[in-house]
């Protein structure tokens, strides 16, 4: 019976010290798959910044030879009236959200009105 208890002893020492090897070595690997995640996270967001950034320099080069000169505030108000039509706000919907003229709305978007039936238009000229 003793021997039977010092046995039964011994063999859960036995499992409980493969049993944190194991973990060990599981923990290990999680680690360096972690490790491996971060890393080309880290290479598709220094990827998007670049692409950002010449997209910045290419829109900085347009505006100094098309001549525009606008102001931080007046860029923002750009991006917003173009980003409310964009999801499909009306024209009168936006000068009212911004407290401004609907004319001046539509100044404004002039060169980012859609044009329908242009192709039917096309194909009608001939």
Not at 81 to 106: F, G, H, Q
């Amino acid at each position: 019976m003793e021997w039977t208890l010092f046995g039964l002893f011994l063999l859960s020492a036995l499992l409980l010290v493969f049993s944190i090897v194991k973990t060990y070595r599981d923990s290990k690997l999680e680690k360096k798959q972690i490790d491996l995640v971060h890393v080309s996270m880290m290479k598709e967001i220094n990827s998007i910044q670049d692409s950002i950034r010449d997209i910045e320099l290419d829109i900085e080069v347009v505006t100094k030879e098309a001549g525009i000169q606008l102001s931080a505030d007046e860029k923002l108000f750009m991006r917003e009236v173009i980003d409310l039509y964009r999801r499909n706000y009306s024209i009168e919907s936006i000068a009212e959200m911004k407290e401004v003229p609907v004319t001046e709305i539509e100044q404004l978007l002039t060169p980012y009105l859609k044009i329908k039936d242009e192709g039917g238009q096309v194909a009608n000229a001939n």
